[in-house]
């Protein structure tokens, strides 16, 4: 590589978007990058012409060790739409006239399926005015919903820590069996697909039976039905856990959290923000039933645990940053990085390359067939698909008896 790389990070953030950072650095560094740029706040940031020395920060192999332990977007995210090419072409032509100073050979971006979209625009751009830069994307979503990946970067550690902390809810709701009848509601993220929700089934073993519904959006949420099957289960056992996903919707599609007054935000994507349903939902059971609930919203504590991060998952998500930048230097524009599961056992992996025109702005559910036919559950295929991705942990650097982040002042 003769010229330098600018990499961004952009969307919601996940507890291993740093090590893809820093794969993409290590990389970028070790292929002959004179400099690589760091986006503050994406594409959004660049556009302010904000942008870091990405050495200046990550200056030995200590600091790369801390950066993959470190959660959250170092650069800063933004949820930015480029207008189309037709549209707006000045956005395009100081975007490219910003990468030509830099003289940036490699444009990576660290991002989910709306972030693919500036990957797809910038490289149609380049494509029709012959700019000689490369665009490649690196998936990441707690979400694990992006097309053609198996899964994506951030959805392991986001699902070992909802894993165990629903182990540890159900252990603290426990302790109070003997006295009183108790629902508890577990609201867990992922939009419109319930990957992550399902993980909830993961704390189920010989030391926790687990939560006894789980609630996904790929399936029509039936309120009364569900306060039913609450009813039921209250019959024969005084604590109940339930977790349900952000986003499930009733027949009519209007979301839960709507339903329950929810949030009026929009993003830039046209995203609902989904809130609040948990509590509806539990101050409905007390209503109707009468007992105690508990409602829990892990809301950013899911996507920013990195001191419960899987081995696999940071692993996983520092290779795929190297992908991108070996993708780019290798000439492939246009696409993101995916990741191929080799072997279930022992879990294997392996890296590949797509075309990012078929995952930018797409949405992979949960397949109808991994839900349990009552839809209140995941079956076993779901949870062996799930289980090898938070194996292992990554110990953080700890300082004073806390863990050590970089930082960006
Ligand atoms: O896309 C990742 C995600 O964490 C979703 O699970 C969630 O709905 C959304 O981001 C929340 O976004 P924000 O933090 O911008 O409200």
């Known amino acids: 590589m003769n010229g330098n790389v600018i990499v961004g990070q952009s969307g919601g953030p996940t507890a291993v978007i740093n090590s893809s950072l820093a794969g993409v650095f290590r990389t970028a560094i070790d292929r002959g990058a004179k400099t690589v740029y760091g986006m503050r706040y994406g594409i959004q940031g660049l556009l302010d012409e904000m ?18 332990r470190t959660p959250s977007a170092f650069l800063g995210t933004c949820r930015y739409k480029l207008p189309a090419i037709h549209e707006n072409q000045d956005i395009y032509v100081k975007i490219f006239e910003i990468l030509d100073k830099l003289e940036i050979e490699c444009f990576i971006y660290i991002g989910g399926n709306d972030s693919m979209d500036t990957i797809k625009k910038l490289s149609d751009y380049a494509i029709l005015t012959g700019k000689s830069q490369k665009f490649v994307g690196v998936p990441k979503t707690i979400d694990n919903d992006l097309a053609l990946t198996d899964h994506t970067p951030g959805f392991g550690s986001a699902a070992k820590y909802i894993a165990t902390s629903i182990k540890e809810v159900i252990r603290d709701g426990n302790g109070f069996s003997y006295q009183k009848q108790l629902v508890t509601i577990i609201e867990i993220m992922g939009r419109n697909a319930g990957w992550l929700t399902g993980a909830a089934a993961l704390a189920k073993g010989e ?15 039936d309120t009364q039905n569900f306060i039913e099957e609450v009813r039921d289960l209250l019959k024969t056992k005084s604590t109940v856990f339930i977790a349900i996903s952000e986003g499930i919707r009733l027949a009519d599609g209007t979301y839960v959290s709507e339903a329950g007054g929810g949030s009026d935000y929009v993003d830039a994507f046209g995203h609902k923000q989904l809130t609040g349903s948990a509590t509806y939902l ?13 409602a829990v919203e892990f809301s950013s504590l899911q996507r920013s645990a990195s001191h419960l991060a899987s081995r696999v998952d940071i692993n996983e998500a520092f290779m795929v940053g190297g992908a991108a930048v070996k993708a780019a230097d290798e000439g492939d524009t246009g696409k993101m990085v995916v990741i191929d599961r080799v072997s279930d056992d022992p879990y294997q992996s392996a890296t590949g390359v797509y075309d990012v025109h078929k995952i930018a ?39 004073n008896g806390l863990p050590r982040h970089l930082y960006l002042k």
């Open 361 to 399: 702005n797409g949405e992979k559910t949960v397949p109808r067939e991994w839900i349990t036919e009552k839809g209140d559950y995941v079956t076993d295929d779901f949870i062996d698909y799930v289980r090898p991705l938070i194996q292992g942990d990554y110990p953080c650097v700890m300082v």
């Open 207 to 221: 030391d926790c039976e687990g939560v006894d519904l789980i609630y996904l959006p790929e399936v029509p949420f």
């Open 51 to 68: 942008y870091v020395d990405l050495s200046d920060y990550i200056k030995n192999e200590l600091d790369v060790e801390i950066l993959k």
């Open 282 to 294: 539990a101050n409905l059971i007390n209503h109707e039933i009468g007992c105690k609930t508990r």
